[in-house]
T-cell receptor
Framework: RKEVEQDPGPFNVPEGATVAFNCTYSNSASQSFFWYRQDCRKEPKLLMSVYSSGNEDGRFTAQLNRASQYISLLIRDSKLSDSATYLCVVKRAAGGKLIFGQGTELSVKP | GAVVSQHPSRVICKSGTSVKIECRSLDFQATTMFWYRQFPKKSLMLMATSNEGSKATYEQGVEKDKFLINHASLTLSTLTVTSAHPEDSSFYIC???????????????FGDGTRLSIL
């Protein structure tokens, strides 16, 4: 079993749709959690950190449930420019390695 | 903000060639850098952790003699793919640990990646 698991998609949605991505992690010692975005043939870019209290950044909302070891990302009013692969990432300890999920591909259509 | 430069961005060479990829932190000192490999439609897989002034720590299944890592200064780590073969063709990405990650909230800063094609 992979340490970080995501639905690979692809998710094909129309502009303006709300889309939710789910992620589970198996290592309960994981300390920090992130969502990254990766465009085709580019490096991953940090989208947002994920906190237990939940956090929002504009159209993006991230949630963390430590008890069930589950992370989510909600994108509201999706734009064409949101098309990318979204990577769920966990970090075990300060200075520690980042463990990437396989990514969920999103394609937003006009 | 912090920037990591990776060079070259694209390499095409013949089988048997050794290829060196450089990763530089431009405005901060990086005691720890990481090297990842990504195959098409797959996620980033950590190959090794590069520590300044000491030997790199390789992940299970990664050949140390195949992928040579040198981190001789606080701003430069290099990955050399020795005697590269077509199966080594991949997207290689480096990152540097942010020494002030609790301020920036960014655990690592990524280079632009190197697309390696071995013919």
């Amino acid at each position: 079993r992979k340490e970080v698991e995501q639905d690979p998609g692809p998710f094909n949605v129309p502009e303006g749709a709300t889309v939710a991505f789910n992620c589970t992690y198996s290592n309960s010692a994981s300390q920090s959690f992130f969502w990254y975005r990766q465009d085709c043939r580019k490096e991953p870019k940090l989208l947002m950190s994920v906190y237990s209290s939940g956090n929002e950044d504009g159209r993006f909302t991230a949630q963390l449930n430590r008890a069930s070891q589950y992370i989510s990302l909600l994108i509201r009013d999706s734009k064409l420019s949101d098309s990318a692969t979204y990577l769920c990432v966990v970090k075990r300890a300060a200075g520690g390695k980042l463990i990437f999920g396989q990514g969920t591909e999103l394609s937003v259509k006009p | 903000g912090a920037v990591v430069s990776q060079h070259p961005s694209r390499v095409i060479c013949k089988s048997g060639t050794s290829v060196k990829i450089e990763c530089r932190s431009l405005d901060f000192q990086a005691t720890t850098m990481f090297w990842y490999r990504q195959f098409p439609k797959k996620s980033l897989m950590l190959m090794a952790t590069s520590n300044e002034g000491s030997k790199a720590t390789y992940e299970q299944g990664v050949e140390k003699d195949k992928f040579l890592i040198n981190h001789a200064s606080l701003t430069l780590s290099t990955l050399t793919v020795t005697s590269a073969h077509p199966e080594d063709s991949s997207f290689y990405i480096c990152s540097a640990r942010d020494p002030e990650e609790y301020v920036s909230n960014q655990p690592q800063h990524f280079g632009d990646g190197t697309r390696l094609s071995i013919l």
